[in-house]
């Protein structure tokens, strides 16, 4: 029995446009599928051709169509040009320089029109940045929130992280390797020096490194060192708040008074707030205003 050939006969993908994921490091991450693609697509939009040339090269790939350049400063006005391909029946493989297209790379805008001219869409899945860092990082995955890159400035940075400071999920960042000690340092202030966090750089590669600690350790860790490459950076949600029986008893108080029995509105309030009921119900008694004397 001979093994199946990398490149098989018409590509299964003809008429559609494909979003296809590169290796984020580890050559031998790329799948046989994009191989595949890469040699039978009629175009290949890539968003750095040096970079491609560079991947097929290394892959010892043949790219038999037409390469061309599909990057976040022309991705609106190449759109239609690339999907009249696909809408004459041909196959266009978007690839950006690591990953998925379109998390936090060109791709959305594509998709988006494709979708528009009813026309077909697939992927690739593959290597994925993000989900290689919160698998790394230990922290739960359950429920995860991608934030990409964060603001360059200081003051918009803040306010964005401010705003996450309650996040529940565990949360998923890209940063910059000269920027890494100031977004860790302002992560600390805006979630608190304790936060569980995890810094994953270099995913896949040689020197694949993932420090996992407190916010304000790790903060203070990249100040002193010079970590370089492709950083994510993984911080674990905010823990839950637990509500007190005195936190909910003025709730209590202000239901009996609107008109709501006693016992039902401990009952509710406690369950919602998961306090005892027999403490809130003690607690709403003790607090009530005492009738006056007749």
């Known amino acids: 029995m001979t093994e199946p050939s990398l490149v098989p006969?018409?590509?299964?993908?003809?008429?559609?446009l494909v979003l296809a994921a590169t290796p984020i490091g580890n050559?031998?991450?790329a799948s046989p599928r994009l191989i595949r693609l890469l040699a039978q697509a009629d175009v290949v939009a890539a968003e750095d051709t040096r970079r491609l040339h560079g991947l097929v090269g290394r892959l010892g790939v043949e790219v038999r169509g037409r390469v061309t350049s599909y990057h976040e400063h022309n991705e609106t006005a190449r759109a239609d040009e690339l999907l009249d391909v696909v809408a004459g029946g041909g196959t266009v493989v978007v690839v950006t320089d690591a990953g998925m297209p379109s998390v936090s790379d060109p791709g959305y805008r594509i998709v988006e029109r494709a979708i528009e001219r009813d026309l077909r869409v697939t992927a690739a899945p593959g290597p994925s940045a993000v989900l290689t860092a919160l698998a790394l990082s230990g922290m739960?995955?359950?429920?995860?929130?991608?934030?990409?890159?964060?603001?360059?400035?200081?003051?918009?940075?803040a306010r964005t992280l401010g705003a996450l400071a309650t996040e529940p999920r565990t949360m998923v960042f890209f940063e910059a390797p000269h920027r890494i000690a100031e977004t860790l340092a302002a992560m600390a202030v805006a979630f608190g020096e304790t936060r569980p966090a995890?810094?994953?750089?270099?995913?896949?590669?040689?020197?694949?490194?993932?420090?996992?600690?407190?916010?304000?350790d790790l903060a203070g860790r990249a100040a002193a060192e010079q970590l370089r490459g492709e950083i994510c950076v993984v911080v674990s949600g905010a823990p839950e708040v637990q509500a007190s029986v005195d936190d909910v008893v003025g709730e209590v108080l202000e239901r009996v008074?609107?008109?709501?029995?006693?016992?039902?509105?401990?009952?509710?309030?406690?369950?919602?707030?998961?306090?005892?009921?027999?403490?809130?119900?003690?607690?709403?008694?003790?607090?009530?205003p005492a009738k006056p004397a007749k």
């Open 27 to 29: 050559t031998e991450d």
């Open 198 to 216: 995890a810094v994953a750089r270099e995913l896949t590669k040689t020197y694949e490194e993932v420090l996992r600690g407190p916010l304000a």
């Open 257 to 288: 008074a609107a008109g709501e029995r006693l016992k039902a509105a401990v009952a509710e309030v406690a369950e919602t707030a998961g306090v005892p009921k027999r403490d809130l119900y003690a607690a709403a008694l003790a607090a009530r």
């Open 9 to 16: 006969g018409p590509a299964p993908e003809a008429g559609s």
């Open 140 to 157: 739960p995955t359950d429920r995860f929130t991608f934030e990409g890159f964060l603001p360059r400035k200081a003051g918009d940075r």
